[in-house]
């Protein structure tokens, strides 16, 4: 009837559905919309180029506003006014003091260490002390926390304080990819990465705008169902098993994926600080990761994580800060470090006009040549390798030489690919090697300059810039969508009281994050600084201890080699891995031992926080999920958490035995776990909150789609699996790189959804 009024909860969801409208205008408009035009916003604003500083800070400012406004806005739109119980008051209350005090205490135990250190404690004891007493904190939490019921193991009772929840959140968050890896991607990559590598400030903008959408469209949501797991909406919404057991086994495959990369930054960390191997450094690691996740569950890993906020965060910040003050005499690194930008693009010029570099860069494009070679036949041209290596063993041994030089022919011997399968694999990976190396700055783009190639300078360049732009926005579009469907991310915000809680939780959460996203960039400039000014043009018996001692703990880290022979480091024969910069940083600025240790400590907190919270949900998703026989009585919440605790133990165990195999780069892992969770879950998952016509064929069939496109894509395009079935040329579509497959699978997850409903819904089901 004309004229009706609207009932209070229509006019309520309409009022929510405009305000969720116009922040998600606003936040496309500034993530994707400045970084396609980012090649024409070159103009320099007090010394920042406009696109890198929205890239780098901007977005990171605009992303907490609009989460801050819609929490601000729909807790007033909602009407929640909650007073708060006087138990509630005096359980926040104490919870301050003890965060105030253990600060306090941390504080006092740093200027200890230092002061120890000064007066001559070695440098050996101050990791040990750094690796324990933190390790033990969190054992410490663990057994405090530990607990059998359901409802404290799963979402730690649900009465967390937004505030403390927003850190946990962001240790969880904020993994061994985020404190270890993200400055080196920016080190290596600048603005937006070159080649294969699309990365650069893509994960400042992905990491940190996904939160957005958690706000605006998932959180609350998830939050209203009172549920224990990511999954557990799948079943509640659709009905069934098998919407249940797809999302299960899709939080297994991209929490392992994650977690995989969390215990192999455990690894590094603690074997660096240590001395020990490798692997025994993974498996003194993750001890401290099962106290916690196996006792307590979530009612231990929240204030686990809490603690490890505060280590992360200072063994970040304050390193940075240090180093700006040497550099620049401002220790406030993200608004100082732009006065290095025309310094290293200065280098950066230098070093490309150097004739000494020119020197190295033809050596590898010799050394490219070859491998490109010896790959026209590679049956020849292995022979002829063992015969060569055959017959200088026979020269020095007949020559009576020193049996060390006759060992390490024998080793040489030994190296050799034992088949042409290995053999193809290993020179083609050489020979992309050395042909990246033989590019300018060793590959490596220009810190500032978005995207490779010019799309005014011919065809040839315009394509280079097409696919580097095309890259950069569909990693950064799966960084995104991969945020909404992390199952471990989405499962702390069940842990407030309230939905108001929540989307104040979020908030928070993005604030904290913001604190080290917006030092990172930073870190990465002030280091290239270092390298480029300072460690470049040293003599190779004259550089630091550090070098060697991290190449002693993974050659990928860090290696070094004299190409051109002339005794002195020049830029290309310098190889850094993202995985090393932030950790060395301390070396690298000459900082005293004692911040080495904070940072290896707060590395440590980020990947085992990070760990935590992802076991965690893979033994809730084996247990809860795939074995859920709908029990609801005491009995079988105390056989389901005890079912969890098993399924952690065993997935944490074959998780460090894959780490053990050092499978890739943090930074790959992690961002692969994104693709995955994005194109499994989001689409349905979005489809099911806000389109009531979803079916449950629907729902299965799009997550089918969207998981198996998308691990079809990273499959056949890794080099082995190509040259197993033969397969010649590349495997990209519109040259999207596989890290990012989660493009493809996202739209095909979303696609057969909204089609097999449309097909399968009743006549009667609203829409």
Same mark, same amino acid.
Request: with cysteine.
């Given at each position: 009837?004309?004229?009706?009024?609207? =009932?209070?909860?229509?006019?309520?969801?309409?009022?929510?559905?405009?305000?969720?409208?116009?922040?998600?205008?606003?936040?496309?408009?500034?993530?994707?919309?400045?970084?396609?035009?980012? #090649?024409?916003?070159?103009?320099?604003?007090?010394?920042?180029?406009?696109?890198?500083?929205?890239?780098?800070?901007?977005?990171?400012?605009?992303?907490?506003?609009?989460?801050?406004?819609?929490?601000?806005?729909?807790?007033?739109?909602?009407?929640?006014?909650?007073?708060?119980?006087?138990? *509630?008051?005096?359980?926040?209350?104490?919870?301050?003091?003890?965060?105030?005090?253990?600060?306090?205490?941390?504080?006092?135990?740093?200027?200890?260490?230092?002061?120890?250190?000064?007066?001559?404690?070695?440098?050996?004891?101050?990791? /040990?002390?750094?690796?324990?007493?933190?390790?033990?904190?969190?054992?410490?939490?663990?057994?405090?926390?530990?607990?059998?019921?359901?409802?404290?193991?799963?979402?730690?009772?649900?009465?967390?304080?937004?505030?403390?929840?927003?850190?946990?959140?962001?240790?969880?968050?904020?993994?061994?990819?985020?404190?270890?890896?993200?400055?080196?991607?920016?080190?290596?990559?600048?603005?937006?990465?070159?080649?294969?590598?699309?990365?650069? @400030?893509? *994960?400042?903008?992905?990491?940190?705008?996904?939160?957005?959408?958690?706000?605006?469209?998932?959180?609350? #949501?998830?939050?209203?169902?009172?549920?224990?797991?990511?999954?557990?909406?799948?079943?509640?919404?659709?009905?069934?098993?098998?919407?249940?057991?797809?999302?299960?086994?899709?939080?297994?495959?991209?929490?392992?994926?994650?977690?995989?990369?969390?215990?192999?930054?455990?690894?590094?960390?603690?074997?660096?600080?240590?001395?020990?191997?490798?692997?025994?450094?993974?498996?003194?690691?993750?001890?401290?990761?099962?106290?916690?996740?196996?006792?307590?569950?979530?009612?231990?890993?929240?204030?686990?994580?809490?603690?490890?906020?505060?280590?992360?965060?200072?063994?970040?910040?304050?390193?940075?800060?240090?180093?700006?003050?040497?550099?620049?005499?401002?220790?406030?690194?993200?608004?100082?470090?732009?006065?290095?930008?025309?310094?290293?693009?200065?280098?950066?010029?230098?070093?490309?006009?150097?004739?000494?570099?020119?020197?190295?860069?033809?050596?590898?494009?010799?050394?490219?040549?070859? *491998?490109?070679?010896? @790959?026209?036949?590679?049956?020849?041209?292995?022979?002829?390798?063992?015969?060569?290596?055959?017959?200088?063993?026979? !020269?020095?041994?007949?020559?009576?030489?020193?049996?060390?030089?006759?060992?390490?022919? !024998?080793?040489?011997?030994?190296?050799?690919?034992?088949?042409?399968?290995?053999?193809?694999?290993?020179?083609?990976?050489?020979?992309?090697?050395?042909?990246?190396?033989?590019?300018?700055?060793?590959?490596?783009?220009? #810190?500032? #300059?978005?995207?490779?190639?010019?799309?005014?300078?011919?065809?040839?360049?315009?394509?280079?810039?097409?696919?580097?732009?095309?890259?950069?926005?569909? $990693?950064?579009?799966?960084?995104?969508?991969?945020?909404?469907?992390?199952?471990?991310?989405?499962?702390?915000?069940?842990?407030?009281?309230?939905?108001?809680?929540?989307?104040?939780?979020?908030?928070?959460?993005?604030?904290?994050?913001?604190?080290?996203?917006?030092?990172?960039?930073?870190?990465?400039?002030?280091?290239?600084?270092?390298?480029?000014?300072?460690?470049?043009?040293?003599?190779?018996?004259?550089?630091?201890?550090?070098?060697?001692?991290? /190449?002693?703990?993974?050659?990928?880290?860090?290696?070094?080699?004299?190409?051109?022979?002339?005794?002195?480091?020049?830029?290309?024969?310098?190889?850094?891995?993202?995985?090393?910069?932030?950790?060395?940083?301390?070396?690298?600025?000459?900082?005293?031992?004692?911040?080495?240790?904070?940072?290896?400590?707060?590395?440590?907190? /980020?990947?085992?926080?990070?760990?935590?919270?992802?076991?965690?949900?893979?033994?809730? /998703?084996?247990?809860?999920?795939?074995?859920?026989?709908?029990?609801?009585?005491?009995?079988?919440?105390?056989?389901?958490?005890?079912?969890?605790?098993?399924?952690?133990?065993?997935?944490?165990?074959?998780?460090?035995?894959?780490?053990?195999?050092?499978?890739?780069?943090?930074?790959?892992?992690?961002?692969?776990?994104?693709?995955?969770?994005?194109?499994? $879950?989001?689409?349905?998952?979005?489809?099911?909150?806000?389109?009531?016509?979803?079916?449950?064929?629907?729902?299965?069939?799009?997550?089918?789609?969207?998981?198996?496109?998308?691990?079809?894509?990273?499959?056949?395009?890794?080099?082995?699996?190509?040259? *197993?079935?033969?397969?010649?040329?590349?495997?990209?579509?519109?040259?999207?790189? =596989?890290?990012?497959?989660?493009?493809?699978?996202?739209?095909?997850?979303?696609?057969?959804?909204?089609?097999?409903?449309?097909?399968?819904?009743?006549?009667?089901? =609203?829409?």
């Amino acid at each position: 009837m004309n004229g009706a009024v609207e =009932p209070p909860e229509t006019q309520r969801v309409a009022k929510l559905s405009r305000l969720q409208i116009w922040l998600l205008l606003v936040w496309f408009m500034l993530s994707f919309g400045v970084v396609f035009f980012a #090649h024409d916003l070159q103009q320099v604003v007090a010394g920042w180029p406009l696109a890198y500083w929205f890239a780098a800070q901007g977005s990171v400012l605009v992303f907490i506003g609009v989460v801050a406004i819609y929490a601000w806005f729909a807790n007033r739109i909602d009407g929640e006014r909650l007073v708060d119980a006087p138990e *509630y008051v005096d359980y926040r209350r104490r919870i301050h003091r003890r965060f105030i005090a253990y600060v306090v205490l941390l504080l006092l135990f740093l200027l200890a260490l230092a002061l120890a250190e000064r007066a001559g404690l070695r440098k050996i004891w101050v990791g /040990a002390i750094f690796l324990f007493a933190t390790v033990f904190l969190y054992a410490v939490i663990g057994i405090y926390g530990r607990t059998s019921k359901a409802l404290e193991y799963y979402v730690a009772g649900r009465r967390i304080p937004p505030m403390y929840n927003g850190m946990a959140v962001a240790a969880d968050w904020m993994s061994a990819a985020s404190f270890i890896s993200m400055a080196g991607g920016l080190y290596l990559q600048g603005f937006s990465g070159v080649g294969s590598q699309p990365g650069g @400030l893509v *994960y400042v903008l992905g990491w940190t705008g996904g939160f957005c959408l958690v706000a605006l469209l998932v959180a609350p #949501h998830l939050r209203k169902m009172d549920i224990y797991t990511v999954p557990d909406f799948f079943g509640n919404r659709f009905g069934g098993r098998w919407p249940r057991i797809i999302a299960a086994w899709s939080a297994v495959l991209c929490s392992f994926t994650y977690v995989v990369a969390q215990i192999y930054g455990v690894g590094l960390i603690t074997s660096r600080l240590t001395g020990v191997q490798f692997e025994i450094g993974i498996l003194l690691g993750l001890g401290g990761v099962l106290v916690c996740s196996f006792l307590g569950g979530m009612r231990a890993v929240t204030w686990t994580q809490v603690t490890q906020y505060v280590v992360l965060i200072l063994a970040f910040l304050i390193p940075v800060s240090w180093l700006a003050y040497k550099q620049v005499g401002n220790p406030l690194a993200t608004m100082a470090y732009g006065q290095q930008l025309p310094k290293i693009a200065e280098l950066e010029r230098q070093l490309m006009e150097s004739p000494a570099e020119q020197e190295v860069i033809r050596e590898f494009s010799r050394r490219s040549a070859e *491998y490109a070679r010896k @790959l026209d036949n590679v049956t020849e041209s292995l022979e002829q390798e063992r015969k060569k290596r055959k017959d200088e063993i026979r !020269r020095l041994t007949e020559a009576h030489a020193d049996e060390a030089v006759i060992v390490t022919a !024998r080793r040489e011997l030994l190296a050799l690919p034992r088949d042409e399968n290995v053999a193809r694999e290993r020179w083609t990976r050489a020979m992309i090697e050395a042909r990246e190396r033989a590019k300018p700055l060793a590959g490596m783009p220009a #810190h500032t #300059h978005p995207f490779a190639g010019d799309p005014g300078a011919g065809p040839e360049a315009n394509r280079l810039f097409e696919v580097s732009r095309r890259n950069f926005i569909a $990693l950064m579009f799966c960084l995104m969508i991969g945020t909404v469907g992390l199952p471990h991310l989405l499962t702390r915000f069940y842990t407030t009281r309230n939905v108001a809680d929540t989307r104040n939780s979020v908030t928070w959460s993005l604030f904290f994050i913001a604190l080290l996203y917006l030092a990172a960039p930073a870190l990465a400039v002030l280091v290239k600084f270092e390298i480029m000014g300072h460690l470049v043009g040293q003599r190779f018996d004259a550089l630091p201890v550090w070098i060697a001692q991290w /190449a002693k703990v993974d050659p990928s880290l860090i290696s070094v080699s004299d190409i051109n022979g002339d005794q002195v480091l020049q830029f290309a024969e310098l190889r850094m891995g993202a995985d090393i910069v932030m950790l060395a940083t301390p070396e690298i600025g000459g900082l005293p031992y004692v911040v080495s240790g904070l940072v290896a400590a707060g590395g440590l907190a /980020a990947a085992l926080s990070t760990a935590d919270g992802l076991l965690l949900t893979i033994g809730s /998703a084996l247990a809860h999920d795939l074995f859920f026989r709908g029990e609801s009585d005491r009995a079988g919440a105390v056989r389901r958490v005890m079912l969890s605790k098993f399924a952690l133990l065993l997935v944490a165990l074959m998780a460090a035995y894959v780490a053990a195999q050092r499978p890739a780069d943090i930074l790959i892992l992690v961002s692969a776990s994104f693709s995955l969770a994005g194109a499994a $879950l989001v689409p349905v998952m979005i489809l099911g909150i806000f389109w009531t016509g979803t079916t449950r064929l629907g729902a299965v069939s799009g997550m089918l789609a969207g998981l198996g496109l998308t691990l079809y894509y990273m499959l056949i395009n890794v080099p082995s699996v190509r040259a *197993y079935l033969g397969l010649s040329g590349t495997g990209l579509w519109l040259d999207i790189q =596989p890290v990012a497959a989660g493009v493809f699978g996202v739209a095909a997850g979303l696609g057969v959804a909204l089609v097999v409903s449309s097909v399968t819904r009743t006549p009667n089901q =609203p829409e």
